[in-house]
DNA sequence: ACCGCTTTCACTCGATAATTCACAAAAGTG
DNA sequence: CACTTTTGTGAATTATCGAGTGAAAGCGGT
């Protein structure tokens, strides 16, 4: 690092800024208002590197996104809106924005997906692979099995989970401790707890399920266990769709064969 | 209008997504997966305009945000999330990249703002000054006076103003024809009513307020009366701040004399 | 080993944004 | 009132990044 750590935030707020779409010049003359509160044109110059020539352009642009105010006189005077009223600008815009985006992709996307496929098909970040979970869990009518890492039991697949269970899907949750079951059965007392097939800990494995004997999904966690354990190990999941898909073929019967079992952990 | 109506909402999600921080050809590339649910390079080619060779890496870049994944096959076949999950994948970002610039700025800004000014700011578009008044009346300890034409009187606006009562502040509100006073009174039992104090109407008036005698604000509707009236007019507003400011000096002394009177319309 | 297809990658070109420059208008200053 | 400094606007120049092109490297099947 090389940085001045006191301008650590002033870069943060330029870079989400300049994500927004400002400009760079908008983006610290913008920064530079909030700190001085409120200046002229050289100050805004002085502080945030913009050449005061073109200061004025940016603020044109900043009032295009109702960010700053401006005195009419000479010089001219700048003032910028307060961190607080700034957030509910964006966030509105982005609500915006999402709406849009959402009206138009609903018009574009096929009454309904194709159900069955024959591929498998790989999702790699963490948080992909938690929604490709949830997803597959709100599609459930009859059955969803969930074998998991506790890290990966995170609050909103749990909140899927449960939604699953009030449509009447019964729920077969494994490979969690027992403390922790104590805390899911009060969330969801229908789910229904079973031990780990196998040895879990150890194993790169992360999550593993069925919903409705149909849709398959199997992810193990990267940056191996000899790893610096810093990081939160990266997960990347595969999945299928379909009766007839072969990851789902193949799960369905290790499944099916040791859920009907009472004493799965013997055989094999 | 020379588009395709039905090539409108593809336009629309494509210009979406580009404001989101995609490539066009990343955009292009998820709009067209989107259409067909799944699809290889070539088929993305054909109905996307991205050269073939090209998709590839608009897959990559489609893969970093977790919108779409891949086949690994010969050829590569890709997939699409749902309209759903890609919502709330923005969703999630867009509040990550918030959190970022709320804490940026909240380190960046002095911590308490200048309190009095000697000029008078602008401000240019209804959700602007609306955003403005809103801050202005959550400043308020003792007394919001707040005239309107109704059009202006916007929930988030009444909001604001019972924030300000529940805090003890008197509301004084003018402006609004008796049935909308009765709506008010029920939200807000508080409030005191008062009459215009001129004729309302007919003029590009917008609104008129005054917080704790020590900040005001005034905004006109633009483009004219007798424009088409097919645009909500456009507002514009001026405002100052402090005991002394020149704005402040005459609205106070505008609305004392008026309010302390019992009979407002006559005088003057 | 060959051919056709898929995939990757290095490179050009052009649009756009960043930066600089020149100048007119306005505001101070002695 | 002449002269200097400051302020604001517009155009000119430079740099950067992404779109588009094409060559070359894998891969599969015959």
């Keep these: 690092m090389e940085t001045d750590p006191d301008e650590e935030p002033r870069f943060a707020a330029i870079q989400q800024l300049e994500r927004f779409g400002l400009s760079t010049y908008a983006a610290r003359t913008f920064v530079a208002l909030v700190v001085l509160g409120t200046g002229t044109a050289k100050d805004v110059s002085r502080v ?13 642009e900043l009032q295009g996104f109702g960010l700053v105010d401006v005195q009419q006189s000479s010089p001219k005077e700048f003032w910028a809106i307060s961190a ?7 966030e509105r815009e982005m609500d915006e924005r999402l709406s849009i985006l959402v009206r138009a992709l609903d018009e574009l996307e096929p009454v309904e997906r194709p159900e069955e496929q024959r591929g498998v098909w790989t999702v790699d970040s963490r ?4 929604d490709r979970v949830i997803e597959f869990i709100g599609e459930a009518e ?3 099995v969930y074998m998991t890492v506790e890290d990966l039991l995170t609050e909103d697949v749990v909140e899927a989970l449960r939604g699953a269970a009030e449509r009447d899907a019964t729920i077969h949750l494994g490979g969690v401790s027992s ?8 969330d969801i007392p229908d789910a229904e707890m079973f031990e780990s097939l196998w040895v879990w800990s150890d194993t790169p494995a992360g999550r593993l399920m069925m919903v409705d004997g ?15 354990p810093t990081e939160p190990r990266a997960e990347t999941a595969v999945w299928g769709a379909g009766e007839t898909n072969s990851l789902v073929v193949v799960l369905r019967a290790i499944f099916t064969h040791r859920l009907e079992d009472d004493d799965p952990l013997d055989e094999q």
């Design 48 to 60: 945030s590197e913009v050449p005061r020539t073109r200061v004025y352009d940016a603020i044109e």
């Design 84 to 90: 607080e009223t700034t957030v509910g600008t964006f």
């Design 127 to 130: 948080s992909s692979v938690t």
């Design 142 to 144: 009859e059955e969803v």
């Design 179 to 186: 403390e922790v079951q104590g805390r899911i059965q009060e």
């Design 214 to 228: 149909r849709r398959t999904l199997v992810s193990v966690l990267v940056n191996g266990i000899d790893d610096a």
